[in-house]
Each structure stands twice: as C-alpha cells, then as structure tokens.
DNA sequence: ATTGCAGTTAAACAGTTGTTTAATAGACTG
DNA sequence: CAGTCTATTAAACAACTGTTTAACTGCAAT
C-alpha cells in the first residue's frame, strides 16, 4: 500500500463529507472512518484538519474546471438560445432539482462563507464562465454597456439560479406540489430566467442608452 | 436580580452570536460568558442549547415582524415606483451595502439551513412580504398570470437581491473598488434590479399570454 | 422557626475533538 | 548487517463541549 493510495483515498474521501457537513461540524474521526484508514493518517499527510480542507476545496476546483464546459452550445447560435442553454447547463451543474456532484456543493459552501481558497476559486473557475455569460450579454444587448451595467446583468441572471440552488426547500413550501412538477423542472426553470433576464436586459439597455427609443 | 431579566439577557445576548457563528460554532460557554451568566443558567432557562436557539430565532421573528415595514409605499403609487422602493427596502433589510441586524442575519442563516423552526418563520415573516411583492407583479404584468409564473416572477426578483446579500464578498472581487463605490450602492442596485425586473416581467407575460402582440 | 420554591452557582461529569507520541514494520542504501 | 527513511498504528494527551449535580441564598407561606 503506497503513500499515493492513502493520502488519495483520504482526499477522495474527506470531499463529499466537508460537502455535506461543512468544515466546521466534520470530524477527523468520520473522515478516517470512512476511508478506512488510522486517525493519525490525516494529520501524517495533511498537517492538519485545515490543510485537509484546503487541499480538498483545491481538488474540487481541479475537478470540475474540465468539467463545466459549455462546448456543447454551439457559438453561432442566436444569443436567445445560448442564453437559455447557458442556464440550464448552470441550474444543473448548481444541482437544482439534481443532486449535486460534491464539488460542487463544496464550492458553493466556500462561496458562501469564503475561506482562505477563495480568491484562487474565483479566478480558476468562476471567471471564466461569467466571461463566457457576459459575452452572451453583450450579444443581446447590441449596444455597448459600461462595465457596471454589464456586471450587474451578469449578477441578475446568477442571483436567480443561486436563488433556486439556495433556497430550494423555502421555496418549495411556496409552491403547490402539483405545480411544482409540472412547472419548476430545470427545463422550465431555465427557460423562465432566459425569457425575464432576455427582457430585463432590454429593459435596461433602453434606459442606459437613452438615444435608443424604442416605444 | 429576577428570572426575567436573567432569561431575558441570555436571549438578547445569544442573538448576534448565533447570527455571527451559527449554531454549531457558538458555545454555550461564549453565551454564558457575553451575558455575564453563570453557564448553568443556560440549562436551567432553556433546558438545552438547541432549545435556547429555537427560543432565539422566535425572538428573532418576532423582533422583524413589525419593523420589515412597507408602510412608508403609498399604495396608489405607480407599480414601476412601488417595485423599485420594495427592492430597495429589501437589500437594506438584507443588509446589502451596510451591516444587517442580527435578527435578519439569524434569518437569513436559518433560510439557507432550515431547521425546526423553519416552517413558523416563512408563514409569519416571508409570506405577508412575498404577497405584497406579489401584488406588485399583478399590477405590473397587467394579465392575469397562472401561479406558477407569479411565483418564479417573484422569485426572480428575490434571488437577485438575496445574491448581493449572500455573495457579498465574491462580487466585489469582480467589481474594480470606484467602479463599485459610484454603481453598486443600494440605491444603484435597487434602481438595476427593479427596471430589469420590470423588463423582465414584460417579457415573460409578452410570452405567457399569446394574444397580445408586443410587436 | 420551619418548609418549600425559585434562582444562582462552582464543580464535576462524560463525551468529543484534533493532535501528538512512540513503537513497529518494510524498503532501501552503503 | 546497520542505519535511515517512510508509512502505519494504538494509545495518550489536552482541550473543549453540553449537561448535570448538589449546595447555597433569598423569599414567602405556614
């Protein structure tokens, strides 16, 4: 049994239950447990509990930035279409409606309460895909937009998937059983926040761009 | 020194110790210690910390109740203008761009991790606010909508201005330091969220209701 | 004066937690 | 073969945590 097997098998281990429990309320004991491997080990490897985390935030990031591509939308689509693809691909990957995969979950959790990781998270991995969103943006928009407006498009569009993500069980008790089926599935979901963001973003343009009169 | 005003300290000071940690990382011992009470104090008030937290969040709702007021919106105001004062009233109450009561904190805490108290809150607190925002949307969209599109309009809106609270700190890191000193105020950001909004509903209702023609 | 009750308290308790220690075994090198 | 290094391990350690216990005090009622 060599060194890489144990350590790997730790780290593997460690992510779904700092996804699940958080840092705080996980313990050395259910990881070492569960990974079948002595207490000690963790502490041999890793240094310690907080490197533990560390390491395995590093690994989800690893993870999953091959992982969300949006290769599958084909770039010359209409801007409407990417927009409603680039959603769902989101809603999915957030885990709405799915469980999510643990990295996920984990980068969620560090996104929430940021740690000493996060900066690093950002760049790795959330930059890229809001790039990719803000450039979506700027196709339905067809004008230029200062970069604060531009942001702020862009942060509409997340808020309302994160909503979903985060606030899944409150806003289940809001909505019917029978209409939650037929109407909050990932595919209506996203098809919702592309139609009223396309709209928003309309509407914003037109009041950001007052030589554009559209009434 | 009577039981009131010892129960009653442990309460007030337990608040924005939980709001700041949460319930797993605050101990009893830190309460105990912040309230100047003896630590079996807890237990004898409470009978355990779970039941001490549960007495806190109720606290903490009722505290909010009658001070999330919407009073100060004059009820014949134009929509548009009744939307943008609920949003920015909202990201206040959410403590966007300034520091939150621990009330809102604990609430907001107790909204992402729902516990036992959970279902009390969303009828007492959320519903009577969610209706109202309701109420904004019918004048807005003009239509009658089915529910299920009243709600995710709704919730659009929500999960917009729940992200600037929650995502705080990743945010700024996209935003350059003037860039969100001069756009990202609350007053900015209500302006944004409320006109995409707005747009964003046009859109969906343009879409939800086939016999009107926009075009 | 005695008893009962409520409130307060320090200490003790039992369990939990992350970390450290020291021993052991295996592999490798000179 | 001896020494060194790595990996593994059980036990111990020290601190922490929520809870319980028993003693004490003050007050009110009899």
């Not at 890489?4 to 259910?30: C, D, H, M, Y």
Request: net charge negative; charged share 20%; glycine share 6%.
């Amino acid at each position: 049994m060599n060194d890489e097997s144990t350590k790997e098998r730790i780290l593997l281990t460690a992510g779904p239950i700092f996804a699940k429990n958080g840092f705080q309320a996980t313990t050395v004991r259910e990881i070492s447990e569960a990974a079948d491997v002595n207490l000690a080990s963790i502490n041999y490897y890793f240094g310690d509990k907080q490197r533990l985390y560390v390491e395995v935030i590093k690994a989800a990031r690893d993870n999953q930035s091959g992982q969300m591509s949006f290769s599958a939308i084909p770039s010359e689509a209409p801007p409407n279409m990417l927009l409603e693809k680039f959603v769902a691909i989101l809603l999915r990957k957030l885990g709405v409606g799915i469980e999510p995969d643990w990295q996920m979950q984990l980068l969620v959790r560090e996104f929430l309460h940021p740690g000493e990781a996060c900066q690093e998270i950002v760049e790795a991995y959330f930059r890229p895909y809001f790039e990719m969103l803000l450039k979506i943006i700027d196709r339905l928009a067809n004008v230029p937009l200062t970069s604060a407006v531009r942001l702020q498009l862009g942060f509409s569009l997340i808020g309302q998937c994160l909503h979903y993500r985060l606030a899944g069980p409150i806003i289940h008790m809001f909505v019917e059983k029978v209409e939650w089926e037929e109407n909050f599935g990932t595919e209506e979901l996203a098809r919702h926040i592309a139609q009223f963001t396309i709209g928003g973003i309309a509407a914003v343009v037109s009041r950001a761009e007052p030589t554009v009169n559209r009434n």
